[in-house]
Each structure stands twice: as structure tokens, then as C-alpha cells.
């Protein structure tokens, strides 16, 4: 099962931010980033 929603603070969020690129390397979809 996909992680939909990721809620979390300033330094999760910069954290998954990051990972764009991984995401788009192994096909997948990132979650929807909410603060």
C-alpha cells in the first residue's frame, strides 16, 4: 500500500522533499506533502 498523504513538520518535510528524485528513479509516485 502507497503512502496518499504525508503529514508532518518543517523537517519531515524538507526531509521528503529531498527524495524527488529517488521516487522518480524507482517509478513511484511521492505523497501529497502536508504541513
Known sequence: MHTVVYVG????????AQLKEV?????MTMPIIYP
Open 9 to 16: 513538520g518543517p523537517g519531515e518535510i524538507n526531509y521528503i
Open 23 to 27: 521516487y522518480q528513479a524507482r517509478g
